[in-house]
């Protein structure tokens, strides 16, 4: 697997219920952050989430972050229709400068009216 | 809108043509970054420039030639492409390279969707 791999792939909710993705990764991360991106157009900044926290939240978002099991969590609650897009995940490795940061595949997520 | 403009949008080109993409930013950033993305696979960094000066190239074919004139402006030179380019080319911007203890994010552009017939 790659480092920031989310999981599920692909998922399909009603509006109303609580979305999570899940995120891991391989090496040992300053941070890690989530990005949200609609069809065809560019990744939005979600939020950030240092190594040195276990829980941020932001809206109707909250993140968590395990380093000892190297894993993240999204949690999107009461979904809305627009909240349907992509979303990836990105880590920068402790070890090799910011440059490096690495985006997962993403999850589809489809909130359905 | 982002802060971080891409034209065109959409391109078609041919496998002999000669193209260029083009990316623009006024958020006052130092860093610009190319990146492709194609179905169902990550994002793929292809370069990054920090200051005006190249810093990365992450074996990129050199059928793509990057150019940055200043820190406002970027560009991606396209010859000789093959199909398997075919993907959505993405810039994105921040603040300087982004460090692990800074985490201001990159800001993206739209992207130029791109197909190679």
């Known amino acids: 697997s790659q480092q920031g791999e989310e999981d599920p792939q692909a998922l399909s909710i009603q509006e109303g219920e609580n979305a999570t993705m899940n995120c891991s990764y391989k090496t040992s991360i300053n941070n890690l952050q989530w990005y949200r991106q609609n069809s065809g157009r560019g990744l939005v900044h979600l939020i950030l989430i240092r190594s040195n926290e276990r829980e941020k939240h932001s809206g109707r978002l909250r993140v968590t972050l395990d380093t000892s099991k190297k894993s993240s969590s999204l949690l999107i609650t009461a979904s809305r229709a627009a909240d349907t897009a992509s979303y990836f995940c990105a880590t920068i490795p402790l070890k090799g400068g910011g440059f490096k940061t690495i985006f997962g595949a993403g999850t589809r997520l489809f909130v359905k009216a | 809108e982002t802060g971080v403009t891409q034209t065109p949008r959409h391109l078609v080109m041919g496998m002999t043509n000669k193209k260029s993409l083009k990316c623009e930013q006024h958020l006052g950033h130092n860093a610009m970054y190319w990146y492709k993305q194609s179905a169902k696979k990550p994002l793929e960094l292809m370069f990054v420039y920090n200051f005006k000066e190249q810093t990365e190239n992450n074996s990129v074919p050199s059928r793509f030639s990057p150019e940055c004139p200043n820190s406002s402006h970027l560009f991606l030179h396209l010859h000789t492409l093959q199909p398997e380019d075919s993907a959505l080319y993405l810039c994105?911007?921040?603040?300087?390279?982004?460090?692990?203890?800074?985490?201001?994010?990159?800001?993206f552009g739209s992207g130029t969707r791109l197909t190679v017939v």
């Open positions: 994105a911007s921040s603040q300087d390279l982004l460090r692990g203890d800074r985490g201001y994010g990159y800001t």
